[in-house]
């Protein structure tokens, strides 16, 4: 299982990215990458890692992983938590971004919970089978960056998060072969939380 975890900082993963894509989409995702640092902030994982450490890896993911070169998808991937874990709207986003990126990150935003929010967790990712392709390949590299680092969390965590990946997000990956070919090999290396 390859990991996607170089790119720590904007700096370090600037340069590969300009070498690997045109420089207009370059921007644009530079563009999001400072957008989702302001709102972001000094905020951190559960791991302890620095958030945008987290975003960064998901747009390794796209762009080293399974070769994704569309920018509203890069920019998307790097902003996707920005209006679920920050004060940042949908219409936030697209006033900066357009409707096709704030659209993108809506699909993958877990909805607001009063109540229960494992069932609402729950319910929001059956209902990925629906999104968007694009929306899709968004989530798949958010969960390949949480999931890579999967023996981080506690036990118990292992075990619901690995639980609930091959229950809701393999089959989203099965159709796509870079994304299927990298979770078998992933949960081959986690079998024991099964």
């Not at 694009?134 to 949480?146: E, G, P, Q, Y």
């Not at 999931?147 to 965590?157: D, F, G, I, K, Y």
Request: a negative charge; aromatic letters at 8%; hydrophobic letters at 40%.
């Amino acid at each position: 299982m390859e990991i996607y975890a170089n790119w720590h900082t904007w700096p370090q993963a600037e340069p590969e990215l300009r070498r690997l894509l045109p420089a207009g989409t370059c921007d644009a995702v530079g563009k999001a990458v400072e957008f989702a640092i302001r709102y972001h902030g000094d905020q951190r994982r559960p791991t302890g890692a620095p958030y945008l450490e987290h975003l960064l890896e998901a747009l390794e993911v796209l762009v080293r992983g399974a070769r994704v070169t569309d920018p509203d998808v890069l920019s998307a991937a790097v902003l996707h938590d920005v209006v679920e874990d920050t004060p940042c709207t949908v219409a936030d986003l697209r006033r900066e971004f357009g409707d096709r990126v704030a659209g993108l990150v809506g699909w993958v935003t877990i909805p607001e919970s009063d109540g229960d929010g494992k069932a609402v967790k729950e319910a929001y990712l059956a209902g990925l089978r629906h999104a968007p392709d694009d929306a899709i390949v968004v989530k798949l590299a958010d969960r390949a960056s949480n999931v890579q680092t999967l023996r981080n969390l506690s036990p118990a965590r292992q075990r619901e998060y690995y639980a609930q990946t091959v229950r809701y997000i393999m089959p989203l990956a099965a159709s796509r072969t870079w994304f299927a070919t990298w979770y078998a090999s992933w949960q081959q290396e986690h079998r024991d939380l099964a």
